[in-house]
């Protein structure tokens, strides 16, 4: 019997597909963003002490208060604004399901919602299920190698109608690495004031923000932060992407409704981890050193990078980077990526892929996306075979 889809146009997502594509061609996979390295043995070492102690069983739905607790003077210390522990935070099975009851809770049939392209893929089919229609802004892409992608706010703007529910950003900017100006936040300001426009703040690589840059988030800004679901997560924090734990800081109405569809997508989330985080992210250091770790990763592979035909851009943020293969061949990104695989061992993501039409000439700009969340022999190794491209 057939079912009629309500996702027809989704497939297997590009991630899934190309790390497929790197184990069944024994590759280095440097394409899915995720360590492969392990977590800090404190941390691990956190959780058995959590099971052992009896934290077994189904936790508060929301969260429990250790892990809401430490999230609060958190944010409080770095943003400066004040989440109520029990009534505006809520922790989620990872930052997607943060994002799908976000947008499931505020989204209504024929609400529209602005999305920046290049965007993570999550966001189009939660607008989907959730009845909205998806309004797709492009962001302007560099000229040349020491640019990076950035908003014209002037197309979101004309993008706004009086059907515009919601608008979601995503800084750090997963694929392109961008960070927010306080020129930025201003500009989101003036698009939203006087409206009733919703804002989604997924903010996933909060900490992983490269000087002189520095992490802006919304909630830094009250405006913003009054109308906003601000999301984080621990697995790009704490090398635990597998865990699954993340979170949303939301005003009160906002955090009512979405904890309405929080309980019925997952419930919770699993109980030693919440209280494993909780003990370990009180010390400021599990987050604060994280840019200097990353940033000796950036710089390695954009050094080995520099002995080869590719061109590397500049990674203000994430564990991504961008690089152009112009030099190398013409062909499309999706094509390049699969090209690469098979006959030169390294897998990358295609940053096509993050568009509505990954064939479309303008979706197309000879850009792969480098994850260099990688141990350094692996990277050494990608470098290694990259040269000879």
């Known amino acids: 019997m057939d079912l009629d889809s309500k ?35 404190k941390l691990l070492e956190l959780v058995q002490e959590a099971m052992n102690s009896g934290h077994n069983q189904y936790p508060y739905m929301p969260g429990v208060e250790p892990l809401r607790s430490t999230i609060a003077d958190k944010v409080q210390t770095l943003y ?20 799908m009851a976000s947008i499931l809770a505020s989204v209504h049939n024929g609400d529209e919602v602005i999305v920046i392209d290049p965007c993570y893929d999550s966001y189009v089919p939660a607008i989907r299920l959730a009845g909205g229609r ?38 750090p900017h997963n694929p392109t690495g961008t960070t927010l100006t306080n020129d930025d936040l201003d500009q989101i300001e003036s698009l939203v004031d006087g409206t009733d426009i919703l804002l ?6 909060e900490h992983i923000v490269f000087a002189p840059e520095e992490h802006l988030s919304l909630a830094s800004r009250p405006k913003l932060a009054d109308r906003a679901f601000v999301i984080s997560s621990f697995g790009k924090t704490t090398h ?20 309405k569809v929080h309980q019925f997508l997952v419930f919770t989330v699993p109980s030693p981890f919440q209280y494993a985080l909780a003990n370990y992210t009180r010390d400021p250091a599990t987050y604060l050193n994280l ?59 295609p940053v096509s892929a993050f568009y509505a039409d990954p064939s479309a000439e303008a979706s197309n700009h000879q850009l792969i996306r480098f994850c260099f969340a990688k141990t350094d022999e692996m990277l050494d190794s990608a470098i290694n075979l990259l040269s000879k491209v």
Request: with cysteine; charged share 15%; net charge negative.
């Open 7 to 41: 996702l027809p146009d989704v497939g297997t997502t590009i991630f899934t597909v190309m790390s497929k594509m790197a184990a069944d061609h024994q590759a280095i996979n440097l394409g899915q963003g995720f360590p492969d390295f392990n977590t800090d043995p």
């Open 80 to 99: 400066r604004h004040s989440y109520n522990k029990d009534t505006e935070i809520t922790i989620t099975s990872g930052a997607t399901e943060a994002l």
């Open 134 to 171: 998806p309004v797709r802004v492009n962001m302007i892409a560099p000229s040349n190698t020491t640019e990076t992608f950035y908003v014209n706010w002037a197309d979101v703007q004309a993008a706004i109608t009086q059907n515009t529910r919601l608008i979601i950003l995503n800084f």
């Open 200 to 205: 989604i703040s997924d903010e996933v690589y």
């Open 240 to 259: 635990t992407t597998g865990w699954k734990v993340g979170y949303c800081c939301a005003p009160q109405p906002l955090t009512q409704e979405l904890r």
């Open 291 to 349: 840019p200097q770790f990353y940033q000796a990763k950036r710089d390695r592979l954009a050094a080995g990078l520099a002995n080869t035909r590719f061109n590397a851009y500049p990674c203000p943020g994430t564990f991504f980077m961008l690089a152009d293969y112009s030099d190398i061949s013409n062909i499309s990104e999706t094509d390049f990526a699969v090209w690469l695989t098979q006959e030169h061992g390294v897998t990358v993501i």
